[in-house]
């Protein structure tokens, strides 16, 4: 059944849904896009996040929000110390192809095993005042649900644009992914800010969970399926491209909500993973590729 | 770079003998000692999808091995429950109840829970003419027809319709008379069984299915398919679901506003008291489907002392705090074959399997009798309406009076609120 | 040892697995058995993709449900023998392999290694949405009642799994030994080098992942037989990924003996800790065991055999 409100609701849930899908992509698009590193394991880093959410608000009563802020540190820590595992382990051996892919597989598995043995298969969710509120404007329904995160996810994709852009160290991040030498003889250590990278892109994964969480409700391997949507957008958008990430997302967030409402819910995970390979097929360049 | 030359052949030989240790260290599992107590064997999903329920039924069965025990045990033994975590996967079926069978040499079997994982199991017992019952398992037993299967689960002998009949039925009492009807189903076993039910249902009442979709299990967010629903305008939404996307189907009506006459029928997980909990009052209104309340009407032999313990281990085990769902029937099949088997005075599986078909038995859960095809001989899936839920705790739960049984008659205990925005305050 | 001695060798595995089906009445050993040459016969078939050409599979759950759900199709629509299911899920599963290659293959081995995973939840999602196969609800495969020479059916498939996987290993060793071996081998460590060397690489990694493909379907065949009740969850898996990843690694990719001690060794401690301790848990440890290794040991078990007889000799 057809109509035009339905069409505007869908469609805006969809861009809502996108924005946040950026959020989650981020770190693809630094480690992946930036750094060339295959990190599969972001989406289980995604998960993590959103327990940690999880735990504070249910443990603690802390607004979602505030603890995916509070655990950005410690994500950042913990991806430091995952490159260095794979950069000594690997990437200096020159052996990343496979075995990198194999470690970050394995430490999805880690991960999603580890909360399935100590939070069980139930679903999780957090508690905030604000979910579960719909705010109308005009025709359009925003539920707080989808507009809060995707607000924080925006905010969150033009700090790191700003960061990549305006700062030395963001500048020497984007560098490092093109020139190792260069920024030798400028005087950084290219191992360094790629860690530095990396680590980011973790921590990005904090509020990516915290998030995610507060959209629906979460259990451990709910990280599967958005490996293909963040690879898909990643892709789509061009590695490394900031503004392609966003692009992508909303794309993907839009055609997803348009099939799950007007074809049916079971096709709307296959949309992703086909865009990707139709994208891998056609133009693996992505829309703003290099 | 690492070099590719062949392995030896000393390297071989060591790699041929540590293979050869490891496959005997596996094959030499411990083995079962003979007589003594009743071995009663079966798998149940201590981990996996269905662990909540799984290790619910578990408590249940130990508290019957107790009981049992307690008497004096069967035929003058005790009984042993000797079990396996399924891990809610059909592919370790064959495996387990072969090594109960052939290595454990357990005297009895029974299911583990739910379709999935009893189906595997039925060539095994059939080859071997075993009696078994299957909890929750859906129409197990109609591929198969085998005479010595008896389901656990008081859908009844036509278990397609039988789930959603009490909501069609209550639906077409109102007045005005609904006319359309809306369908969503998860895209998994139960659930499109039961959607084909509501179909041939709807097609008998006359109704009109404006909406007719499925939704693949892992969906997380349910307003889209609230959205295209509400868009349809129907009186009636039939949702068949499993635990997290019922939750997520409920939320999702809530957010959107959507206002059929009725709502509800075959969603799962809106009995467990975890998901009761955290809905809280957006469950007033929704008549959907039990097995079991805490309501006057339904008051069976030892029903009350049975959840009395079972609430006192849940609080320590994790596991559903309330036990209205399934622990009553995990309870039940046990005593089922317990009583068979003293009704017989043997262990003989034949014997146990004609008493089973010929017999009326006295349980927790009411008053048991199969039909030829294994299933029960009437059906008593009960329609409840949520009602007076003030907040999020199990107080709001607990007792009679929350969930008002609407059918069938004969177990009624209060009229239905219609239509479902009247009901919802 | 040659090709001679390794083919005796084959026939009198043969042999023995027979004459133990007339001996052994226990069916347990036999389920036991049949999932850990289920298992050889999926890591050989990951290893001649993975280890020898470096290309990463992350769908093995893909190939091996495509496997079983071509077998469950022809016993539905046609009551096909067995052989016929395993030469039908082969081809199929192959030409799977073939079309996922084409796609990505000309691309980064990274891309190749997601476009597995994508591959994985779009087919699980096609098979859920398909009626003759039961979609969602699942498909019964009753066995048929008259088994010709053996006791029972579980024997028959266990004989089965013992040729699929002698032959799957035979296929490995072929490889290994041949000029299409050394061409992967080739790619592996140098792919540049090895196009400009004048390998044919696309044709070689087209034809690896799809003799790849194929034994993980035909891995599947018997598979509608061994479980009777079979629905998209249990065929798609994550345990068939993990696992047809975890034993080559563990075992050693190099050579075709690395899968198979792999699985022995890693497919027998999960059937014992499914009947003794918690088997989440075991899980867990396979995920922990595969980091280890491919941090520590990336040689695996053969590779680190080898070290220590390389020293003993030193």
Sequence with gaps: MFSFDLLLDVVVAGILVGGFYAAVSLGITVAFGLLDVVNIAHPAFVILGAYGAYVANSRFGLDPILAGLLGMPVFFLLGALVYRVYYTSFEKRGDESLRGLVFFFGITFIIEVSLLLQYGVDYRSVE???????????????????AIPCAVALALTVTLHLFLSRTFYGRAVKAVSQDHLALRLMGASPVRIKALAFAIAIATASIAGALLIMIGPVEPSVGREYIGRVFAIAVLGGMGSIGGTLAASLILGVLES?????????WALAVSFGILLLVLAVRPAGLFGR | MVRHRRPGIRTRIIVMALIATFA??????????????????????????????????????QMWAEDVNKKGGLLGRKVELVYYDDQTKPATVPGIYTKL????????????????????AMPIVIERKLAFIGLFGMAVNEKFNYPYYFGIMPTGPEPL?????????VAMKQSPKPKTVAIAAADSEFAQNAAAGARQNAKKYGLRVVYDKAYPPPTADFTPIVRAIQATNPDLVYVASYPPDSAGMVRAAHEIGLKPRMFGGGMVGLQYASLEKALGPMLNGIVNYHFFVPEPTLKFAGIDAFLKTYQERAKTAGVDALGYYLPPYAYAYLQILGQAVEGTKSLDQKKIGEYIRGHEFDTVAGKVKFAPNGEWAKTRVLMVQYTNIEGNDLKSFEGPGHRVIVYPEEWKSGAVVYPYEKAKR | MSGRALLAVAVAL?????????????????????????????ATAWNILGGYTGYVNFGSAAFFAMGAYTAAVLIKAFGAPLPLLVVGAGLVAGLLGLGIGYLTLRLRGAFFSIATLALAVVLQTLIVNWRYVGGARGIYTIRPAQVPFFANYVELLFVVMVLLALGALATAWWIEHSWVGRGLMAIRDNEEAAECMGVPTLKLKLLATTVSGALMGVAGAPFPYYLTYMEPTSAFNLDYAI??????????????VGPLVGAVLLGTAQQVATV???????????????????ILAPEGIVGLVRRKLGKARA
């Design chain 1, 258 to 266: 348009l099939t799950s409402t007007f074809y049916g819910p079971s």
């Design chain 2, 24 to 61: 005997l260290w596996g094959a030499t599992a411990p083995a079962a000692l003979a007589a003594g107590p009743i071995k009663i064997g079966f798998g149940m999903a201590l981990t996996g999808a269905l662990a909540g329920n799984g290790k619910a039924a578990l408590i249940a069965m």
């Design chain 2, 161 to 169: 319709t039988d789930w959603s009949k009490g909501f069609f039925e």
């Design chain 1, 128 to 146: 905030a005042a604000y979910v579960g509120e719909t705010i109308a404007l005009g025709p359009i329904d925003l539920p707080f649900r989808l």
């Design chain 3, 243 to 256: 696992n047809s990843l975890a034993m080559p690694m563990i075992g050693g990719t190099t050579t075709w």
């Design chain 2, 101 to 120: 069978l052939d290595v454990d040499k357990v005297d009895l079997v029974v299911s583990g829970y739910g379709t999935n994982v009893i189906a595997p």
């Design chain 3, 276 to 294: 003794t301790i918690s088997s989440a848990l075991n899980l867990l440890i396979v995920g922990v065991v595969v980091v280890a290794f491919v």
């Design chain 3, 14 to 42: 043969v042999a023995v697995a027979v004459g133990l089906t007339r001996v052994l009445e226990n069916q347990y050993y036999y389920f036991a058995a049949y999932v850990i040459l289920q298992y050889v016969v999926l």
